[in-house]
T-cell receptor, first 114, second 112 residues
Framework: KAGVTQTPRYLIKTRGQQVTLSCSPI?????VSWYQQTPGQGLQFLFEYFSETQRNKGNFPGRFSGRQFSNSRSEMNVSTLELGDSALYLC?????????????FGPGTRLTVL | AQSVTQLDSQVPVFEEAPVELRCNYSSSVSVYLFWYVQYPNQGLQLLLKYLSGSTLVKGINGFEAEFNKSQTSFHLRKPSVHISDTAEYFCAVSGGSYIPTFGRGTSLIVHP
């Protein structure tokens, strides 16, 4: 079974631009979560989607948004990029997003904002 | 609300020595506990998890963890580490929320 894939793996953008990151979950998984990982803050939860609906949202500004498609693939968008948005963005999928589910992580997209 | 504290940000150890990575949690409901490992330039992968039953949980790569409800701890141990165990280790707790809460991570550095 193929793992979680994320594209692109690396991105370099400038302040003010916007960016879209993509995540393909493991086949059969319906829950997709996004995390921002930085050396200072660790893993911070962005949002979680289940069956095309945003079910949970972390404490991030409205510049961060996402969506999930009918095939469970997910995208996240960051508008008006700031230097502080530089981070590793991780996507994780699970069967149903239940409390007991294991999260399966992709390799991440490394975003650098100049 | 739930929270996780990983007491050590960095743990240096020599190869073949034992290691313990500490994790304490707080939660007002039943908890499910996880340890994940992140190798350089990779995402996180599950090492082991405690859902119920035996408090001693065995995982991959020779790691094990013990759930201690009275001390609200879930420490990770390995009796003999290898260079290849050098990585970042994350403890996570879920329960009462769809989303697990992760600790800040512990960097395990294994020296030859």
């Amino acid at each position: 079974k193929a793992g979680v894939t994320q594209t692109p793996r690396y991105l370099i953008k400038t302040r003010g631009q916007q960016v879209t990151l993509s995540c393909s979950p493991i086949s059969g998984h319906r829950s997709v979560s996004w995390y921002q990982q930085t050396p200072g803050q660790g893993l911070q939860f962005l949002f979680e989607y289940f069956s095309e609906t945003q079910r949970n949202k972390g404490n991030f500004p409205g510049r961060f948004s996402g969506r999930q498609f009918s095939n469970s693939r997910s995208e996240m968008n960051v508008s008006t990029l700031e230097l502080g948005d530089s981070a590793l963005y991780l996507c994780a999928s699970s069967l149903a997003g239940a409390e007991t589910d294991t999260q399966y992580f992709g390799p991440g997209t490394r975003l650098t904002v100049l | 609300a739930q929270s996780v504290t990983q007491l050590d940000s960095q743990v240096p150890v020599f190869e073949e020595a034992p290691v313990e990575l500490r994790c304490n949690y707080s939660s007002s409901v039943s908890v499910y506990l996880f340890w994940y490992v992140q190798y350089p330039n990779q995402g996180l992968q599950l090492l082991l998890k405690y859902l119920s039953g035996s408090t001693l949980v065995k995982g991959i790569n020779g790691f094990e963890a013990e759930f201690n409800k009275s001390q609200t701890s879930f420490h990770l141990r390995k009796p003999s580490v290898h260079i290849s165990d050098t990585a970042e280790y994350f403890c996570a707790v879920s329960g009462g929320s769809y989303i697990p809460t992760f600790g800040r991570g512990t960097s395990l550095i294994v020296h030859p």
